[in-house]
């Protein structure tokens, strides 16, 4: 006996889902907001170490390839294939550039001594650790997410390319390119509370 | 229970004007905190990041064409978000 | 708030629970029985069939979503102002603040003195600050309802008064390892004369500087010195004690030399012994150089093991006043006063006799307690393997000495 | 009386054979709805016999004052494992694990759930998490001993192997999250025709609401562990106060999903419950909406107390004030419950069958705990029993007196369908009586101890303290007898008892109106609802 498909079954799974991922860097949030009415001289000192440029950077990439991934599907509902992969093509690779970004940043940071447990923090007021703390651990969870994201992309290109993803049966590719926006989204708050904490 | 509505296809026009609506939102941030020191400007960044992810969820994540169901479930679920985070300034604010 | 009209934690406390605790009790009744009265008279067997459809009554769900509304806000106005009580701190509160570690509790007074229990002025209300070296513990003091938590960088405090002189049980009420249990101590509540005596009193005996210094560290909360394991090894012994260690995960077998006693204090995780938890931690910082070199000689002294048993305390906490008396009234068992020297109609083998209370009846009744029963008493009195010899003692000195 | 034919166990049919596949491997891979809710079933209830085993061994220790039985580094091991291994193994995941599997998709008249394999990949991670963390219990420095709550500084400083304990813990959490995720987009989107909101069993109901605070907390949950792993492995220090980090804030973020994960417990049993009652009164539950409508208040206005745990933990009078008063708000629903349940019984035709017996002494077992639960909430009296056996008493009132029961309630009432044999009716009732009778004795001495001032988590006590902690051990020892009695009737009557047919109690919700045991597909044909779930004029029909 088959079962029919329901898409916006899927889509309502796929919401429900994003809502764990918010709530997931929900609880980073919440120790951020308190942290920061505790330290709000401490937060701001150390958010002036950031690197404005990076972070500025890779707010744009990922904004630009949110559009990208939006692209994809309205390019699918079209039905124009070419244009569909070369947009997840251009959304996977901002995410490579932006892990790239994310891989010079955290190499200058950490060899100024700003990492978890660093002496140079350690001997710093306490507030500043915290910071730097709570930006690694809510910018590392989001780069695993960026990592997760981009090959579920991938792993979606290759289903259009084969066509199992088409325009008559894409809910794949929506809900790829609805955790891809998730990923983007959360960037959309770390990036000012992190870096533009002056 | 699938009753094949036509999903509203969003044109590439509309993306793109959402996608400079937000690189523009994104430097005009950046320019804010340059010019304007001091604690008030977090609640200054938050507004303009959340007109961001409005967009973002609006357009690139097709609420605006969505049934009720989904917006009153993203309502609720941030709604929570927000109490949950709000409540704990009951104790840390008055610690 | 001034003296006279003092409302203590308890008697702010108690009346609260007794009409949360009644009102429920009404309720939990009230609905026990309409449950049973319901099953009873419609058991299928009295009523085959229903009878009655009716599945909903508007009016019900609001008298029942109503009335429980009054009652709960009642309850929680009621808990809410009983709880401001415990907050407030009546002016002139005596200062006194509370140390905890693991896992020992240490108090220090407004003048310097410190001491491992918790002495207070009978009628002298009393603040407590409690701080914390380690990780959270919970000062509990059931007698007067308080308790709060003892949070690391955090002010915690807590207030009582003791309205009647006597000792009272100190807990730690939140888990804080494997001595958890073990932390406890007692508050001695004395007439405000013989408080301030004790307070002004320098030393209490005339001790080793470093035995102190032991108490005053916490160390006798994980390291006995009678030769009981804890948490720690015994101190009982350990100068020139050969020990197997762990360095870095290798066994190597050393003797404990003063070198040794100073980096198992300073950096306790260098060498660990071996069969003990990595726990202790490390004091370097909190303790002067001087102050370890009276310890270190309090441990070579061998004066760790020379301190007798308190038979007043181990009657205590050994549970035997929980059964015996020393005021002279029947308890379970009989009382200790004038117990010593006494003639008493024991049964043995079924047998009746009588003997004299001397100090070989009294260890014989400690260490084998069914061997003579005293007539009228049930054999219950359990055995304790667990006491030493100098323990045993000890024990039978108090009683001897319980006029 | 056996004669051969009875003793083949009646798993001959629908969903044990249909597909004709056998073997482990028909089960481990199943994505059938039925099989994943008997591996559901087995796993939680197998750690439930372990956590059982642990807790008598607790009991053992708190005979006497002084126990010379273990340790107390071990004893502080066993209860951290006992309370671990009943709330994340087996209570947690149980009951929508189990029964919610087994049952919810016939109660709306689906085939399957929305995401088969979605639900297959829960249950494997359930089993993976589980594994990790028994995994942890003998390797590295021994099992952890932070009590369930992980509370810090403790968990981030002993030695013991809390980070993997903590890693199965978050593995776990992922799968109830996919479970609630998978239950939400199922009976939003999988209801059979004629199966309006106002006709979905109150079963169903409650793990509506259910599902949606394991979606919405458990994250939580998870990024908390993860902090205590990041705590432990990389020193992040956001919880040490010597470096800037807050204790509290860890409470509160532990309470955030933990609070209301105690409705995950309960809301469920509660669902059992106002299934069964109008069952064997033969009569439609009174106030349907209400009880529907109180789940969800229970689900939305529970998410708002988590504060209530941390009265005495230095947090704000203010928060105090404000978190107290949502703890007595919470209680509204539950009591609107509890009389609803009670007048259902009014003009009725009673049977005291055994799911029926577990299902009232839930109502009165879950009352007193839940009453206990308001001199907790209350800011004065819970200064006092907080951290004390009197909360031990509440929660085990509570979560074995509660929702333990109703799982053995749903076990009687239940399985039968499945299995399509049933069990001895007289040793069901002798097991229930004296379950319910040494549970009282232990956890009432428990209660009670608690308000003398014995705290919990403690591994010795002082002597006078000793006769009561005595009775609680015997009675730990009679409610022992009657769970090993009611198991072995149980299991025995599944195997070996007379066939059960396809309705023995004459319930009106879909899984009644199918044959026992059901198909692989469950309907033939998809069903169209014509009436409510507690119409018992037309039992037999969907
Ligand atoms: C199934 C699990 C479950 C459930 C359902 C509940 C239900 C409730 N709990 Fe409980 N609780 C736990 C599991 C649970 N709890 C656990 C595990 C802990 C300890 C955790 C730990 O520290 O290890 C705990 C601890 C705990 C505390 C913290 C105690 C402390 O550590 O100091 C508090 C404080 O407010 C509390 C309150 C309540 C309240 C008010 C309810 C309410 O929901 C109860 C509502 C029910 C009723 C009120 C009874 C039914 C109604 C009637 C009989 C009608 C009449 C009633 C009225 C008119 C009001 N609980
Ligand atoms: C659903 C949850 C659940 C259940 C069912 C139980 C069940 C029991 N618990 Fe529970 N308990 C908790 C959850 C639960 N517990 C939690 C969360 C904690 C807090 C942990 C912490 O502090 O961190 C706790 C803590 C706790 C303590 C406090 C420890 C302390 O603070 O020092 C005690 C003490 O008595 C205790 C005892 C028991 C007992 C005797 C049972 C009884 O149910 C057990 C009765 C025994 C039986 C019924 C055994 C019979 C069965 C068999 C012998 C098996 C037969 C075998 C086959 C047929 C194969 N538990
Ligand atoms: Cu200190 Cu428990
Ligand atoms: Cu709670």
């Not at chain 1, 170490?49 to 990439?61: C, D, K, L, Q, R």
């Amino acid at each position: 006996m088959s079962r029919h498909r329901d898409d916006t079954g899927a889509k309502l799974g796929m919401w429900l889902f994003l809502f764990t991922e918010l709530f997931l860097f929900g609880g980073l949030f919440l120790l951020y907001a308190v942290y920061l009415s505790r330290y709000p001289r401490e937060f701001a000192a150390a958010g002036r170490e950031m690197h404005v440029v990076f972070g500025t950077a890779n707010t744009a990439i990922l904004i630009t390839s949110s559009m990208l991934a939006a692209t994809a599907v309205s390019a699918i509902q079209r039905d124009e294939r070419r244009r569909v992969l070369w947009s997840l093509g251009g959304t996977v690779l901002c995410a490579a550039i932006f892990l790239f970004n994310k891989y010079l940043e955290w190499s200058a940071e950490i060899s100024h001594g700003f990492y978890p447990n660093s002496p140079r923090l350690a001997a710093g007021p306490p507030g500043e650790s915290v910071f730097f703390s709570l930006y690694y651990l809510t910018v590392g969870l989001h780069g695993l997410h960026v990592l997760i994201g981009g090959t579920l992309l991938i792993w979606v290109a290759v289903r259009v390319r084969r066509g199992v993803v088409h325009s008559g049966d894409y809910v794949l590719l929506e809900n790829g390119a609805l955790y891809w926006h998730l990923v983007d989204l959360i960037w959309i708050f770390i990036f000012p509370l992190y870096y533009l904490i002056l | 229970m699938t009753h094949e509505q036509t999903p509203h296809i969003l044109s590439y026009g509309k993306l793109t004007l959402v996608w400079l609506t937000l690189l523009a939102l994104t430097a005009l941030t950046v320019w804010v905190a340059h010019h304007n020191v001091g604690i008030g400007h977090v609640w200054g960044s938050l507004a303009i990041a959340c007109l961001k992810s409005g967009l973002v969820i609006a357009f690139f994540m097709h609420m605006k064409y969505e049934g009720r169901l989904l917006r009153w479930l993203l309502f609720t679920a941030l709604a929570i978000l927000a109490i949950f985070i709000g409540f704990t300034f009951f104790d840390v604010l008055y610690r | 708030m001034d003296a006279a009209h003092l409302i203590t934690t308890t008697e702010a406390i108690d009346p609260v629970f007794m009409f949360i605790f009644g009102a429920s009790l009404v309720l939990l009744i009230g609905i026990t029985v309409t449950m049973m009265a319901f099953v009873v008279r419609y058991h299928r067997s009295r009523a085959p069939e229903p009878t009655s459809k009716v599945s909903a009554n508007i009016w019900l769900e609001i008298v029942w979503t109503g009335l429980p509304t009054l009652l709960v806000l009642a309850m929680f106005y009621y808990g809410w102002s009983g709880y401001l009580a415990l907050r407030h701190v009546p002016k002139g509160a005596m200062e006194v603040t509370a140390t905890a570690r693991q896992w020992s509790w240490s108090f220090t007074y407004a003048n310097g003195k410190t001491s491992p229990k918790l002495y207070v002025a009978v009628g002298k209300p009393v603040k407590v600050e409690l701080v914390s070296l380690d990780v959270i513990h919970g000062f509990y003091l059931p007698a007067f309802r308080v308790k709060r938590d003892v949070v690391p960088g955090m002010k915690n405090y807590a207030w009582f008064v003791a309205t009647k002189p006597g000792s009272y049980d100190l807990f730690c009420s939140s888990y804080c390892g494997t001595g958890h249990s073990a932390m406890i101590t007692t508050v001695e509540a004395l007439p405000e004369a013989e408080f301030d005596a004790w307070l002004n009193r320098k030393t209490e005996k005339e001790e080793h500087p470093g035995h102190e210094l032991l108490e005053k560290h916490g160390c006798l909360g994980c390291h006995s010195l009678d030769g009981t394991i804890k948490v720690g090894p015994s101190f009982k012994g350990v100068w020139g004690r050969k020990e197997t260690v762990l360095t870095n995960g290798a066994e190597r077998t050393i003797t404990a030399d003063e070198a040794y006693l100073r980096r198992s204090i300073l950096e306790p995780q260098a060498d660990v012994v071996k069969g003990f938890p990595p726990v202790m931690p490390s004091f370097a910082g909190q303790i002067k150089e001087a102050e370890i070199g009276q310890i270190i000689d309090f441990l070579r002294s061998g004066a760790a093991e020379r301190p007798k048993p308190d038979g007043g305390r181990l009657a205590k906490e050994k549970g035997c006043l929980a059964c015996h008396s020393l005021d002279g009234s029947r308890g379970v068992g009989p009382t200790f006063k004038r117990l010593y020297g006494s003639r008493v109609q024991v049964t043995q083998n079924g047998k009746p006799m009588t003997v004299t209370a001397d100090d070989a009846y009294l260890r014989e009744s400690i260490r084998m307690p069914a061997a003579k029963v005293v007539q009228g008493f049930q054999p219950i009195m359990p055995t304790f393997p667990e006491l030493k010899d100098d323990e045993v003692e000890a024990l039978v000195e108090f009683i001897e000495g319980t006029k | 009386m056996s004669s051969a034919e009875q003793a083949q166990p009646c798993t001959e049919g629908g969903f044990w054979r249909d597909t004709g596949r056998t073997g482990i491997t028909s089960w481990i891979f199943s994505t059938d709805h039925k099989r994943i809710g008997l591996l559901y079933f087995y796993s939680t209830f197998g750690f439930f016999l372990v956590g059982v085993m642990l807790g008598l061994l607790i009991r053992l220790d708190l005979m006497t004052p002084a126990s010379t039985l273990m340790g107390p580094q071990t004893y502080n091991a066993l209860f951290t494992v006992h309370g671990v291994v009943m709330i994340f193994l087996f209570i947690i995941p149980g009951m929508p694990g189990a029964f919610g599997n087994l049952v919810m998709p016939i109660q709306i008249g689906a085939r399957d759930v929305a995401f088969p394999r979605l639900n297959l990949f829960s249950w494997w991670l359930y089993i993976i998490g589980a594994g990790i963390i028994l995994t942890s219990l003998f390797t590295g420095n021994g099992p952890p001993d932070t009590g369930w709550t992980f509370y810090v500084p403790f968990s981030a400083r002993t030695s013991t192997n809390v980070s993997l304990a903590v890693l199965g813990v978050f593995t776990i959490g992922f799968s109830s999250i996919l479970t609630g995720l998978n239950f939400i987009t199922t009976i939003h989107r999988l209801r059979a025709e004629g199966m309006t909101w106002g006709r979905l069993p109150l079963f169903t109901w409650s793990l509506y609401a259910t599902a949606w605070i394991q979606l919405l907390a458990t994250p939580v949950l998870g990024i908390t562990l993860a902090l205590i792993l990041a705590e432990r492995l990389l020193g992040t220090g956001l919880f040490d106060p010597t470096r800037g980090g807050d204790p509290i804030m860890y409470q509160h973020l532990f309470w955030i999903y933990s609070h209301p994960a105690v409705y995950i417990m309960i809301l469920p049993g509660m669902g059992v419950v106002s299934d069964i009652i109008p069952v064997f009164a033969r009569k439609p539950i009174f106030g349907y909406k209400m009880i529907a409508f109180s789940s969800l208040a229970i689900a939305a206005a529970g998410s708002l107390v988590w504060g209530h745990h941390m009265f005495t933990s230095g947090m704000s009078d203010t928060a105090i004030l404000v978190f107290s008063f949502l703890t007595f708000i919470v209680a509204i629903p539950s009591a609107i419950k509890v009389f609803n349940w009670v007048s259902t019984l009014y003009k009725g035709s009673i049977s005291l069958e055994a799911p029926m017996l577990f299902a009232l002494s839930f109502i009165l077992l879950f009352s007193i705990g839940g009453l206990t639960g308001l001199i907790l909430g209350a800011a004065a009296t819970d200064i006092h029993v907080h951290d004390t056996d009197f909360v031990v008493g509440h929660f085990h009132y509570v979560m074995f007196g509660g929702a333990g029961f109703a799982f053995i309630a749903a076990m009687h009432y239940w399985l039968p369908k499945f299995y399509g044999r049933r069990y001895a009716e007289k040793p069901a009732i002798v097991g229930w009586a004296l379950m319910f009778v040494g549970f009282n004795v232990l956890y009432f001495s428990m209660m009670v101890l608690g308000l003398k001032g014995m705290p919990r988590r403690y591994y010795h006590y002082l002597p006078e303290f000793a006769p009561l902690n005595l009775v609680a051990t015997i009675g730990s020892w009679i409610l022992a007898l009657g769970l090993i009695i009611m198991l072995v009737n149980l299991f025995r009557g599944l195997f070996r008892g007379e066939p059960a047919g396809d309705n023995p109690w004459g319930g009106a919700t879909l899984e009644w109106s199918i044959p026992t045991p059901p198909a692989t597909e469950n309907f033939e044909q998809e069903p169209v609802v014509t009436h409510g779930p507690y119409d018992f004029t037309r039992t037999g029909e969907p």
